[in-house]
């Protein structure tokens, strides 16, 4: 009897849960599971490994960060369009076949940065240099193809924010991959075991790419949903192009740039891309200098110490409570739209930032409080809000522009063009300003300013790839101290307050405009209905 009633309820809960899964939605987001942790490993150690494990200059850093910052730039609408405007390679055309053929050379970038190739401070510059340029060139290419398929799944709000949710979901599993690579290597003194998580991590994103680029779908739902009259104008002006000698290249080149030229001037576009570039200004420095940040402000004060599990518990939560409160707000965001959630996160950060200037560096405790919900503001719905109103631009450049398909990688990539820069941007600014508190000669003197607390495990050092020899800690003066102390906390505090009002000064009249048009929509069809009834 027992036996059975279990059986019937394992059968109900299978068949319930499959019921209300969407599987074309689980195909495509299995691949964001990959992504998340990938991204996560090296938004969060890349820049640590290289400066306090390979022991690399910090100008050395700035200077790779200024000539990939080109680069990052200027790769994004190349990839965008060779794979909707064309380049003469099908499969390049074709967005599942991307992430199929290039998404396991992707996983295996991921791993240049972990492994060292010598000693030397020059060897370690030139190895950042080249990581960044093969890893970013894949990203941009499996990514933007990844993107495309997302907004292509359905033209419906409801369907993208259910893509956005597993999404959610899934970016949680994987960003607790975090807690056991920071807890098991000793924040990477035990660098070997560091090294096995991160193989293990690109061989788990390989395949989730496969399983995508396998299985996914290669219809666009806004070919079937928008039955508008395709003009064909660019393609009756490459016809007439040809026949008065130019080559197809060329046609294709003078394409690329009237769809660009349309796309960079639509005020939709405008404002999510620049509501997005301090958006990112601000995720990007929370991603890679939160490991930077703690060690200085409040580790050595005894909170949250440095071999700590409680450190390591920390970092879990910040990278991951933000996608909790998203799945929290939910019906709060169904109800009332994701862009006036986005704004009142915005809000939020502000009052945020504004309470922390008030208390002050003086108050431990709440400096981690102030922390852990600057992390959790910056992160939620950062990436799938930003992806449903690149969707709603899509949408709209298509049946403004009559297009015969949605130009989503093309746009996706411009996007990235203006906002690409902002994750080097970021780490530029602020090493910059931690200049100013001369961060790089003080930080290893942390632990000669008073009422600090010696780390528990302070008899075990970083690995240094970079010289045999080691070299004692500096001690700083009283003076010393507060310099390095006070840089860092307003760095921490007015850099996001900054980048939040920049966000709503961008996203509030996106909002305004969106609205007016939604009610011109609705006013024309009720105008509209009595004309039909009269001809019937």
């Given at each position: 009897?027992?036996?059975?009633?279990?059986?019937?309820?394992?059968?109900?809960?299978?068949?319930?849960?499959?019921?209300?899964?969407?599987?074309?939605?689980?195909?495509?987001i299995?691949?964001?599971?990959?992504?998340?942790?990938?991204?996560?490993?090296?938004?969060?150690?890349?820049?640590?490994?290289?400066?306090?494990?390979?022991?690399?200059?910090a100008?050395?850093?700035?200077?790779?960060?200024?000539?990939?910052?080109?680069?990052?730039?200027?790769?994004?609408?190349?990839?965008?369009?060779?794979?909707?405007?064309?380049?003469?390679?099908?499969?390049?055309?074709?967005?599942?076949?991307?992430?199929?053929?290039?998404?396991?050379?992707?996983?295996?970038?991921?791993?240049?940065?972990?492994?060292?190739?010598?000693?030397?401070g020059?060897i370690?510059?030139?190895?950042?240099?080249?990581c960044?340029?093969?890893?970013?060139?894949?990203?941009?290419?499996?990514?933007?193809?990844?993107?495309?398929?997302?907004?292509?799944?359905?033209?419906?709000?409801?369907?993208?924010?259910?893509l956005?949710?597993?999404?959610?979901?899934?970016?949680?599993?994987?960003?607790?991959?975090?807690?056991?690579?920071?807890?098991?290597?000793?924040?990477?003194?035990?660098?070997?075991?560091?090294?096995?998580?991160?193989?293990?991590?690109?061989?788990?994103?390989?395949?989730?790419?496969?399983?995508?680029?396998?299985?996914?779908?290669?219809?666009?739902?806004?070919v079937?949903?928008?039955?508008?009259?395709?003009?064909?104008?660019?393609?009756?002006k490459?016809?007439?192009?040809?026949?008065?000698?130019?080559?197809?290249?060329?046609?294709?080149?003078?394409?690329?740039?009237?769809?660009?030229?349309?796309?960079?001037?639509?005020?939709?576009?405008?404002?999510?891309?620049?509501?997005?570039?301090?958006?990112?200004?601000?995720?990007?420095?929370?991603?890679?200098f939160?490991?930077?940040?703690?060690?200085?402000?409040?580790?050595?004060?005894?909170?949250?110490?440095?071999?700590?599990?409680?450190?390591s518990?920390?970092y879990v939560?910040?990278?991951?409570?933000?996608?909790?409160?998203?799945?929290?707000?939910?019906p709060?965001?169904?109800?009332?739209?994701?862009?006036?959630?986005?704004?009142?996160?915005?809000?939020?950060?502000?009052?945020?930032?504004?309470?922390?200037?008030?208390?002050?560096?003086?108050?431990?405790?709440?400096?981690?409080?102030?922390?852990?919900?600057?992390?959790?503001?910056?992160?939620?719905?950062?990436?799938?809000?930003?992806?449903?109103?690149?969707?709603?631009?899509?949408?709209?450049?298509?049946?403004?522009?009559?297009?015969?398909?949605p130009?989503?990688?093309?746009?996706?990539?411009?996007?990235?063009?203006?906002?690409?820069?902002?994750?080097?941007?970021?780490?530029?600014?602020?090493?910059?300003?931690?200049?100013?508190?001369?961060?790089?000669?003080?930080?290893?003197?942390?632990?000669?300013?008073?009422?600090?607390i010696?780390?528990?495990?302070?008899n075990?050092?970083f690995v240094?790839?970079?010289?045999?020899?080691?070299?004692?800690?500096?001690?700083?003066?009283?003076?010393?101290?507060?310099?390095?102390?006070?840089?860092?906390?307003?760095?921490?505090?007015?850099?996001p307050?900054?980048?939040?009002?920049?966000?709503?000064?961008?996203?509030?009249?996106?909002?305004?405009?969106r609205?007016?048009?939604?009610?011109?929509?609705?006013?024309?069809?009720?105008?509209?209905?009595?004309?039909?009834?009269?001809?019937?």
């Open positions: 009897m027992v036996k059975r009633l279990l059986q019937s309820v394992l059968n109900w809960s299978r068949a319930n849960v499959m019921a209300r899964l969407h599987l074309p939605t689980l195909i495509i299995i691949s964001n599971f990959g992504f998340t942790a990938m991204i996560s490993v090296y938004g969060v150690f890349y820049l640590n490994v290289f400066l306090n494990v390979y022991k690399m200059d100008t050395h850093v700035t200077l790779v960060q200024t000539l990939f910052m080109v680069w990052n730039a200027i790769n994004d609408p190349i990839f965008g369009y060779i794979q909707d405007i064309g380049c003469g390679v099908k499969w390049l055309m074709n967005r599942r076949k991307v992430v199929l053929y290039m998404g396991p050379l992707f996983a295996l970038s991921f791993l240049l940065f972990w492994f060292p190739w010598g000693t030397g020059l370690a510059s030139v190895q950042l240099l080249i960044l340029f093969v890893f970013d060139s894949l990203l941009t290419l499996v990514l933007s193809a990844y993107c495309g398929m997302m907004v292509e799944l359905s033209v419906r709000e409801k369907d993208r924010l259910r956005v949710v597993y999404g959610e979901v899934l970016s949680l599993i994987a960003g607790s991959v975090i807690y056991p690579i920071d807890n098991l290597s000793k924040q990477q003194t035990d660098f070997g075991v560091f090294q096995i998580f991160t193989v293990v991590v690109a061989l788990v994103a390989a395949v989730c790419m496969l399983i995508t680029g396998l299985f996914a779908s290669d219809e666009a739902a806004q079937k949903e928008f039955s508008v009259e395709i003009t064909e104008e660019l393609c009756a490459q016809a007439k192009l040809s026949k008065e000698g130019h080559t197809i290249s060329e046609n294709k080149f003078r394409a690329a740039i009237q769809v660009s030229w349309q796309v960079i001037r639509e005020f939709e576009f405008i404002c999510v891309v620049s509501g997005l570039f301090f958006r990112s200004l601000r995720n990007v420095v929370n991603e890679q939160l490991i930077i940040f703690i060690p200085i402000l409040l580790s050595p004060f005894g909170y949250l110490p440095l071999g700590s599990t409680e450190l518990l920390y939560l910040a990278r991951s409570v933000g996608g909790v409160l998203f799945l929290v707000l939910w709060v965001t169904k109800k009332f739209g994701p862009l006036n959630i986005n704004n009142a996160l915005a809000v939020l950060t502000i009052i945020n930032c504004t309470v922390a200037l008030i208390v002050g560096r003086g108050f431990l405790p709440y400096i981690a409080v102030f922390i852990l919900v600057e992390n959790t503001l910056s992160r939620c719905g950062f990436y799938g809000f930003y992806t449903v109103f690149v969707g709603e631009v899509i949408d709209n450049d298509m049946k403004r522009h009559q297009r015969k398909t130009m989503s990688t093309v746009i996706f990539t411009l996007k990235a063009l203006f906002n690409k820069p902002a994750e080097q941007l970021g780490p530029i600014i602020i090493l910059s300003m931690l200049a100013w508190g001369d961060y790089q000669k003080k930080r290893d003197g942390i632990y000669s300013c008073p009422n600090t010696p780390p528990v495990h302070n075990e050092t240094d790839f970079t010289t045999t020899t080691t070299t004692p800690p500096p001690i700083l003066t009283a003076s010393d101290c507060d310099s390095l102390l006070t840089t860092m906390f307003y760095v921490a505090t007015i850099y307050l900054l980048n939040a009002i920049l966000e709503l000064a961008f996203m509030v009249p996106y909002e305004i405009r609205r007016r048009r939604m009610t011109e929509v609705a006013q024309t069809e009720v105008t509209e209905k009595p004309v039909v009834a009269l001809n019937v």
